[in-house]
C-alpha cells in the first residue's frame, strides 16, 4: 500500500507495512476497550456502588466504626464523635472460647450497621494495660461487655453474662443512642392517694416526673 509523503515540497509515494498497521490498530482498540471498562467501573466506586465481595462490604462497615485495644484512645475518639462506646473485657487468649472477638461482633449485617453508632474497645485483660481497665470498671467475671454514653460519664450497660448473637443485637439496639436512659418517678401526692385510698380530700393530680435511671459513674 503506498501513500503519499510530503518532503521538502515533493510529493513522494510511500509504502507502508499493511501487516504492521493492522496489528496496531488491533492493539489500539484493544486498549481503548479496556480503558472505557476501566473508567465505567472506577465511576461506579466512586458513585457509592455496593461492594460485589461480602468481604468488602465488612471491611466498609469496619472503617465506620473504630475500634481500639487502649482505653485513652477510645475515650478520646468517643468524646471527639459523640459516640456511645462499646467495651468488651476479654480474659486472656488462652481463654479463646470465652472471648468476644471483633470477628463476632460484626458476624451478622445487622450488628455490622450498629456498630456503626459506637466507638469499640476490646481490651485483653492480662496485659498491664487490660488490668487497669478491669479494674476500672469493677473487676468482674470476664468475659465483661459495658456500655458508656455518648457524654463518656456513665455506665448505661453492664454484664458478665454469655452474649449469645440475639442478647448482644439487642444490647446494641437498645443503647446506639448514647443518652442516658430515663425512668417515671412518681410524684408526693400520687403516693398519698396511694397510701389512704379512703380519703375523702382530693388532691390535684401532678405530671408524672422523669428522672436519670440510677447509672453507675465508673
Not at 473508567?39 to 461480602?54: F, K
Request: contains cysteine; hydrophobic residues 35%; proline residues 6%.
Amino acid at each position: 500500500m503506498y501513500f503519499e509523503s510530503m518532503y521538502h515540497g515533493v510529493h513522494q509515494p510511500v509504502k507502508v507495512n499493511t501487516a504492521r498497521s493492522g496489528r496496531a490498530h488491533e492493539w489500539f482498540l484493544r486498549a481503548t476497550i479496556i480503558a472505557a471498562t476501566l473508567a465505567v467501573l472506577t465511576s461506579a466506586d466512586v458513585a457509592g456502588g455496593e461492594p460485589d465481595n461480602p468481604s468488602d462490604a465488612k471491611r466498609a462497615d469496619a472503617a465506620a466504626s473504630p475500634h481500639f485495644t487502649n482505653y485513652s484512645e477510645a475515650h478520646r475518639v468517643a468524646r471527639l464523635s459523640g459516640k456511645p462506646m462499646l467495651v468488651i473485657l476479654n480474659p486472656d487468649k488462652q481463654s479463646a472460647k470465652n472471648s468476644i472477638s471483633l470477628d463476632y461482633l460484626r458476624r451478622t449485617r445487622q450488628r455490622r450497621e450498629l456498630l456503626q453508632d459506637y466507638v469499640i474497645l476490646i481490651v485483653d485483660t492480662k496485659t498491664p494495660h487490660g488490668q487497669i481497665c478491669h479494674g476500672l470498671f469493677g473487676s468482674h467475671p470476664l468475659p465483661r461487655v459495658a456500655v458508656i454514653d455518648k457524654y463518656q460519664g456513665y455506665l448505661t450497660y453492664e454484664s458478665s453474662e454469655r452474649m449469645y448473637g440475639q442478647l448482644l443485637t439487642d444490647v446494641l439496639q437498645a443503647h446506639r443512642s448514647g443518652e442516658l436512659p430515663t425512668m417515671q418517678v412518681a410524684t408526693q401526692s400520687e403516693v398519698e392517694v396511694e397510701s389512704e385510698p379512703t380519703s375523702q380530700q382530693q388532691t390535684p393530680q401532678q405530671e408524672p416526673q422523669t428522672a436519670q435511671a440510677p447509672c453507675r459513674r465508673y
